[in-house]
């Protein structure tokens, strides 16, 4: 089989929800970053997106690297990562996709990102798309030398589950299990993810109509809040999966909180340095995003995976309406609730080490 060229559907996961006890697949940590396809050919090098987008010019230090480092004809599967103060950190590896030249440069000398490698997909004239994982990974640990990162990968799952707990301090995203009797499947969901899930009791502070509606007509997400040790409610994330009918049944329910604004915490001169609050102009929006302000009455339960952004934190992906808490204030709704993660070595991941720091 041809070695394959870009662009190319990396192979996808699908959510799972216990690592099992039974043999058969290989886990690794998975990395909290941009999924990232190389190609190399000579000294042509291309670094390609998910969405199968070229990435070269956001990450010119990676292409450097890796050009002297890789050889000379080589497609890789990973991730794009940068660590700032131990850890993962998506905001600053979401702070490259910028627009100016300038500020590309500026950034990949102050956190540069480093390419982390999980899959083999061709060496020289040979294609390994068509062969099981376990062979792909031995041949992977074979080419992989200074430059590159390795992720760390193991078939018992005692070890997975401890990776599960652990590696999570040093900002990874959970445990992916890869079939091993498996090949490379382009854009098929044939991995297995494993991924924290918690819960959290949020203000319903505000909410936005749904596009395919009139306002007042559908819910298309509800706005939550956090209060900090200091009384001020920060804009947390938001929940957004509700069934239509759902959607219609919640814009009446919620017609009596709707207010003018007089007084909400997130508009006016009510709005205090340093918080949170839903719907500014940032560099992926260049308007503001209208939404609706309601009387912080509702207490709603979500789950949630994790957290970013630091002090203070919101969540990293869309979270999940759990239930309604009318047993509890929304006063009572803070961020001390949220789990502290223990801190993590992340140097110790990339070697596939297990040792954790204060």
């Not at 990435?55 to 599967?77: C, G, K, M, S």
């Not at 890869?178 to 502070?205: F, I, M």
């Not at 706005?223 to 040790?229: A, E, K, S, V």
Request: charged letters at 30%; one cysteine or more; a negative charge.
């Amino acid at each position: 089989m041809t070695p394959p060229r870009p662009p190319l559907k990396p192979m996808l996961a699908k959510p799972a929800k216990t690592i099992p006890d039974s043999g058969g697949l290989l886990f690794e940590p998975k990395w909290d970053g941009f999924r990232c396809l190389v190609f190399r050919d000579g000294d042509e090098l291309i670094l390609q997106s998910r969405a199968e987008k070229p990435l070269n010019r956001y990450f010119p230090e990676v292409v450097a690297r890796l050009t002297e480092t890789l050889p000379e004809r080589i497609v890789l599967d990973g991730e794009l990562v940068v660590a700032r103060g131990g850890k993962l950190d998506f905001d600053a590896l979401t702070e490259r996709i910028h627009p100016a030249a300038s500020r590309v440069t500026l950034l990949a000398e102050e956190q540069p990102a480093e390419f982390v490698a999980f899959d083999l997909l061709a060496l020289d004239d040979e294609s390994f798309v068509d062969e099981p994982t376990a062979k792909r990974r031995e041949r992977l640990e074979q080419v992989a030398g200074e430059g590159i990162h390795l992720t760390p990968a193991t078939t018992d799952p005692d070890t997975a589950r401890g990776w599960f707990e652990l590696f999570e301090g040093a900002g990874l995203d959970g445990v992916i299990g890869k079939p091993l009797d498996e090949p490379y499947s382009p854009g098929k969901r044939v991995l297995l993810k494993y991924k924290h899930k918690r819960t959290a009791d949020c203000v319903l502070a505000g909410l936005r109509w749904h596009v395919d509606g009139e306002p007042g007509e559908m819910v298309g997400s509800f706005l939550l809040g956090l209060y900090d040790t200091g009384g001020l409610l920060h804009h947390v994330g938001v929940v957004g999966s509700f069934p239509v009918k759902r959607r219609r049944e919640l814009a009446e329910e919620l017609a009596p909180l709707v207010t003018d604004g007089t007084g909400h915490p997130w508009i006016g001169d009510a709005v205090r340095e340093g918080q949170r609050i839903p719907g500014g102009i940032t560099r992926w929006r260049a308007t503001e995003q209208p939404w609706v302000p309601l009387r912080l009455e509702r207490v709603v339960e979500v789950s949630y995976e994790h957290t970013e952004g630091g002090d203070p934190a919101r969540f990293r992906h869309t979270a999940q309406f759990g239930r309604w808490r009318p047993d509890r204030e929304p006063s009572s709704c803070g961020y001390a609730q949220l789990d502290e993660v223990a801190r993590y070595d992340l140097d110790a991941v990339f070697r596939g080490e297990v040792r954790r720091t204060r």
